[in-house]
């Protein structure tokens, strides 16, 4: 161990404090932060990159093979050197603990570093963007549970400036909760606009599936300076439902500092779908799940400017008269005293000559209650049981311009998915459809598995050479978890109280011809409330009202 190493196990309880304190820093947007910032889409991302070497402070190699679902949800980055792709980074961007192994635990926002088998090192690497002092913070921790020994180093433009062959728990703190031991490093780094700053973990001769290793580290300027960020925002004052917008944001830094990891977050009005993005080759721009389109810009000197670009569709179900408000917003971690104009908005109405023909829409209806019903005397006891009803009402517009209706048969196949419901049939199903018909009804009778009803499901089917039209009808009164199908309410059931915002995703085939819905916008109510049984059990009873649009 290095006498840097040795010398820190001096440190004083006070230093154990400030790295609880910057450990909480460390989740807020105001550092760069190697795990919150994580990205497996691209490397470099911004500031950060994600390589290995074949040992400490030998040449740095990005890792170009990227992963979305490693074991069952872990998102990294391989080398690609073996079959295991080891060295590599793994991060858990789920809500819960994710295993890479019988012994290994990712929790969740975790970020893990696996080394090579033949002394290849696994290695995060920050580059500055800046000149000046910062502080940086690093808790490094064991996450196999059956390791002995990790050895990890940090480095700074090749140079260790922290070196533990043992990551000994030398504090006796686990600052992260996690069941993890291990050590930390914070310390203050003079650093020049590229400079590197590289967290490393060593394979030594304990072998790569033994040294899985939770990086936590934070990166912040010591004094960021004072910036003045701006943001100019164009958009249409007219919209047309069915037809494209563009708007476009001016990001500028009127100084008189430079301004440090700026993010620029534009949210979309409801009515429209993001279709495209971009922007200055000095950014990253992704889309979130919500709709929202976030522009990184690692450092923005003072007197830039940035750009950013994105285009979106007006759906379809968009009505004359209805107001779209599109916001972006830009923030940064350097101090900014002077923020009125830091958000803009613009505002469209929409006003169609005429209302276009919706190619594709889809909308549905969710009624969804619990209720408890219990059987017996108080002689000889009661039997209880939870039974939910579900009702779902669907509507389909799907265009088939450019496909031969003619050619449907009694094979052809009408099959459609909304979040967890499901509905599939062939048009022989109908027993009066014959080929040549442009109509087909469909209808079951749904039972508890033997030879009870306890529900029924219908779907009227029409079509036209460009056009089809269906309308779907399902309800059921069951056991909780026996014929249980809705579309979404399942995922609040027994827990939601209050307003209910959401998106699923849905498909719609009948033949060949496919119409896919990536967002279903959902919104409603809910209410739950505990009911006691008379058998003596509490029963969590939901009552929940959902309604779901989508057009593209």
Known sequence: MSSIARGKRLLSRCLVVLACAILVKSQSTLAFDAAAQFSSDHNPNGTWSYGWSYGVGTTFHLSTSNTQDYAGGLAGWMSGLDVGGYPFLLHNGTAGPLNSSSSTTFWPGELGQQPGASNEVSIVRWTAPFSGTCTVAVYLARMSADVSV?????????????????????????????????????????????????????????????????????????????????????????????????????????????????????????????????????????????????????????????????????????????????????????????????????????????????????????????????????????????????????????????????????????????????????????????????QATFHDQITDGGSVSVGSMTAQLKWTQTELTAKIMFKDSDMVGSEDTPVLAGSYDGTIHGVITDQVAASVDLGSVTSLFSRVSSSGTGVTASLAGKNGTTYAISTITLAGTAAH
């Open 150 to 438: 990790v050895a990890v180093h940090i480095l700074h433009n090749g140079i260790s400036i922290f070196d533990d062959d043992s990551l000994e728990n030398v504090m006796g703190h686990n600052l992260l909760g996690r069941g993890e031991i291990g050590d930390f490093f914070t310390n203050q780094v003079a650093v020049v606009e590229g400079d590197t700053i590289d967290f490393v973990v060593d394979s030594e001769e304990y072998g790569p599936n033994e040294n899985t290793t939770g990086l936590t580290a934070t990166i912040f300027p010591v004094d960021a300076g004072d910036a003045d960020l701006g943001i100019n925002l164009t958009g249409p004052r007219v919209t047309f439902a069915n037809s494209n917008v563009v708007y476009s944001i001016l990001v500028t830094n009127a100084g008189p500092d430079m301004a440090i990891d700026v993010t620029v977050t534009n949210t979309l009005p409801p009515q429209v779908i993001n279709v495209s993005y971009g922007g200055g080759s000095n950014g990253l721009y992704k889309a979130d799940a919500n709709g929202n389109v976030i522009g990184s810009f690692p450092v923005l000197g003072a007197g830039q400017t940035s750009t950013m670009t994105i285009t979106g569709t007006v759906l379809c179900t968009t009505t004359n008269g209805d107001v779209l408000t599109d916001t972006a917003t830009v923030g940064s971690l350097s101090p900014d005293s002077l923020t009125f104009n830091n958000q803009a908005s613009t505002v469209a109405t929409n006003n169609a000559p005429r209302k276009p023909p919706c190619g594709n829409t889809l909308e549905y209806k969710e009624l969804y209650g619990d209720r408890v019903t219990c059987h017996g005397s108080k002689s000889k006891g009661y039997s209880c049981q939870e039974l939910n009803a579900d009702r779902i009402n669907l509507t389909i517009t799907m265009s088939l311009a450019g496909s031969d209706t003619t050619q449907f048969n009694t094979n052809t196949s009408f099959d459609v998915r909304v979040g967890g419901f499901s509905f599939r049939h062939a048009l022989l199903d109908d027993p009066h459809y014959k080929a040549g018909k442009t």
